[in-house]
């Protein structure tokens, strides 16, 4: 019985985080957020900061500097991200497909890796006051863990995106990405100054 048990509060604590994320049960808002991700659009010049060993008490930092491009797609109801970075620790490039879906009133936020080539479970959620937060469930070092992803808008010309792990069912959560981004201002055009 007691095997049986511990996956049953598992799936209860999963069950409660879903709950708890914005939008996902009781009321919807009647906010529409298909505009959420227009401040984004355009280049940037991004710095991150990655925790080399999540959830191993680890707490050596990596950093990258390079490039994130984002393109509106379908009239701003979705957009196509560009990740490209360097640092002593090697290159990332990643490209997140973010989609809205009206009814429901959400993101989802797809990530591939150029490494692998391949998707990873999308996080879900919102924009509120300035903050988007979305939720997933993905496996890591053959672990089940929710991840917590939450972007900032400091200012229109900048932005701060923090990846963060739980084990424990969203009790506690450990930063292991942390990525700032500041607009990079478009050259001048050249036909005007001739």
Not at 2 to 28: D, H
Not at 81 to 86: I, Y
Not at 174 to 192: C, F, G, L, Q, Y
Request: aromatic share 10%; net charge positive.
């Amino acid at each position: 019985m007691g095997a049986l048990e511990r996956p049953s509060r598992r799936l209860l604590a999963w069950a409660l985080v879903l709950m708890l994320q914005p939008g996902v049960a009781g009321a919807q808002s009647a906010r529409d957020g298909h505009a959420d991700f227009d401040f984004e659009i355009g280049r940037w010049r991004t710095h991150l900061s990655r925790l080399v060993h999540p959830l191993s008490g680890s707490t050596t930092w990596v950093e990258y500097q390079g490039t994130t491009v984002v393109h509106p797609v379908w009239d701003g109801r979705a957009n196509l991200v560009e990740l490209d970075v360097q640092g002593p620790s090697g290159r990332i490039r990643g490209l997140s497909l973010r989609l809205y879906d009206p009814r429901a009133r959400q993101w989802s936020l797809h990530f591939a890796n150029a490494n692998d080539g391949t998707l990873v479970q999308p996080a879900i959620g919102e924009f509120r006051d300035g903050r988007g937060e979305f939720h997933s469930r993905e496996s890591f070092d053959g672990r089940a863990v929710l991840v917590r992803f939450v972007i900032l808008v400091i200012t229109p010309d900048s932005c701060r995106f923090e990846q963060s792990f739980s084990q424990d069912g969203g009790k506690t959560w450990e930063a292991n990405w942390i990525a700032t981004d500041v607009r990079m201002k478009a050259p001048p055009d050249s036909a005007r100054s001739r």
